[in-house]
């Protein structure tokens, strides 16, 4: 499985980013997907989670009320909505994936936030 995370960009305070994730080489349907980030000079951490059907979503208390996960999987697409964009939201932003954990990682896309 190949994740390919995109949309990342720089974006003012209190603005709006949606970032993509498409998966490859499999369908990733019934798997768990997440998307974590890592700021500069901190540990990654996660930002949310869905199930495999999409009914199941898990956010972090960082991105509660303002982060939405979703997932297309006719499109083996995740995604995250991010709204009211902060500073400290900047972060290289990852997507993961897997049968029962994140088994399968994909490359970082970059989300700056100016303040």
């Known amino acids: 499985v190949q994740l390919q995370a995109s949309g990342g960009g720089l974006v003012q305070a209190g603005g709006s980013l949606r970032l993509s994730c498409a998966a490859s080489g499999r369908t990733v349907s019934s798997y768990v997907m997440g998307w974590f980030r890592q700021a500069p000079g901190k540990e990654r951490e996660i930002v949310g989670g869905?199930?495999?059907?999409?009914?199941?979503?898990y956010y972090a208390d960082s991105a509660k009320g303002r982060f939405t996960i979703s997932r297309d999987n006719a499109k083996d697409t995740m995604y995250l909505q991010m709204n009211s964009l902060k500073p400290e939201d900047t972060a290289v932003y990852y997507c993961?994936?897997?049968?029962?954990?994140?088994?399968?990682w994909g490359h970082g896309t970059l989300v700056t936030v100016s303040s």
């Open positions: 993961a994936a897997g049968p029962r954990r994140y088994e399968f």
């Open positions: 869905i199930s495999g059907g999409g009914s199941g979503v």
